[in-house]
């Protein structure tokens, strides 16, 4: 059975940098499609990156295009998230998922909730000063 377990999330000043990891098992990395999400308060969920555990290609919506980086270590099943240039509206609850489908054709949206099978629990990150 597939779990995911996100860590990393806390309080960071504006302009500042964290890392979120979403570890998985009972599931390679190989065979999955890796996104994150958010949450803000009184919001509803949005995608923010993806990526192919098959390929390593990756996605990133416009708002975090030159701020974030996704990367995986098929070694530790771990998909991290480098949050760099953060600004408050990062703030919310970031969410890990996973598609059994590994890949995406270039006029596909990879961050279709839809898609996403399995969640983690979610961690939270506030960005204030």
């Known amino acids: 059975q597939l779990q995911l377990v996100e860590s990393g999330g806390g309080l960071v000043q504006p302009g500042g940098s964290l890392s979120l990891s979403c570890t998985a098992s009972?599931?390679?990395?190989?065979?999955?499609?890796i996104g994150w999400f958010r949450q803000a308060p009184g919001k509803e969920r949005e995608g923010v990156s993806c990526?192919?555990?098959?390929?390593?290609?990756?996605y990133y919506t416009d708002f975090v295009k030159g701020r974030f980086t996704i990367s995986a270590d098929s070694a530790k099943n771990t998909v991290t998230l480098q949050m760099n240039k953060m600004k408050p509206e990062d703030t919310g609850v970031y969410y890990c998922a996973t598609d059994l489908h590994t890949h995406w054709s270039d006029d596909y949206y990879p961050l279709n909730l839809l898609d996403f099978d399995s969640w983690g629990q979610g961690t939270q990150v506030i960005v204030s000063s």
């Open positions: 009972g599931v390679s990395l190989n065979y999955l499609r």
């Open positions: 990526i192919s555990g098959a390929d390593y290609r990756t």
